[in-house]
């Protein structure tokens, strides 16, 4: 299987950058994930990158991936109350099922 | 396009009864999962489908759970009978297969044993 390791909490100010982090163990991971859980609501994909990419920017969302440390980040630009909610980092292995191993999730909190 | 959706949002039911939950994903998509989602934890894979056949149940408890797929479309997860260490959100996804195999969650189905 995989270990993905995520801290519990994170607060940040309106308007501020947040970075969240997630390690993980498998080496052969492919695709790696963010998704965002908001209360009573399903996983929402935020972003991906690939394995061989080392940063992805989507509009506010930056992912950088450090595979020789195995560390993936999200950085939130200009955040906002919106953005609070829970956030999982998941990782796909090469072989397999194809199925995602999830860290426990970070929650974030937007103070106004 | 609908999203996959899952019935019903919330069961509460006593140790010992059994339960059983609906999952219809996304037209068209062939791969179809179960997740367990333990209060404070990540999503746990429980059972991979593609089309009817299973591809990874290793997590599924054999003895009290059991997932069908019979058609390649609608899937039922059931639990028989329950225990207190099954209250979760039981989240359904499906996925197209295609290009970074993107999963589409539903909004679960919350179970609480008492």
């Known amino acids: 299987g995989e270990d993905v390791e995520q801290s519990l909490f994170l607060s940040v100010r309106e308007g501020d950058s947040s970075v969240i982090n997630c390690t993980y163990t498998d080496s052969s991971s492919t695709y790696l994930y963010w998704y965002k859980q908001e209360p009573g609501a399903g996983l929402q994909l935020l972003t991906y990158i690939f394995s061989n990419m080392d940063m992805k920017q989507d509009q506010r969302l930056t992912v950088l991936l450090n595979k020789k440390d195995k560390h993936l980040s999200l950085r939130i630009a200009d955040t906002q109350t919106g953005d609070s909610a829970i956030y999982f980092c998941a990782v796909s292995l090469q072989t397999g099922a194809n199925n995602l191993f999830f860290g426990t999730g970070t929650r974030l909190t937007v103070i106004p | 396009e609908a999203g996959v959706a899952q019935s019903p949002r919330y069961k509460i039911i006593e140790k010992r009864q059994s339960v059983a939950f609906w999952c219809n994903p996304i037209s068209g998509h062939a791969t179809l999962y179960w997740y367990q989602q333990i209060l404070g934890q990540g999503p746990k894979l429980l059972i991979q489908f593609q089309n009817n056949g299973v591809v990874d149940d290793s997590q599924l408890p054999k003895d009290r759970f059991s997932a069908e797929r019979l058609k390649g479309v609608d899937s039922t997860l059931k639990i028989q009978p329950a225990k207190l260490e099954d209250s979760a959100v039981y989240l359904c996804?499906?996925?197209?297969?295609?290009?970074?195999?993107?999963?589409?969650f539903g909004p679960g189905t919350r179970l609480t044993v008492l």
């Open positions: 996804a499906s996925s197209s297969g295609l290009t970074h195999n993107e999963q589409f």
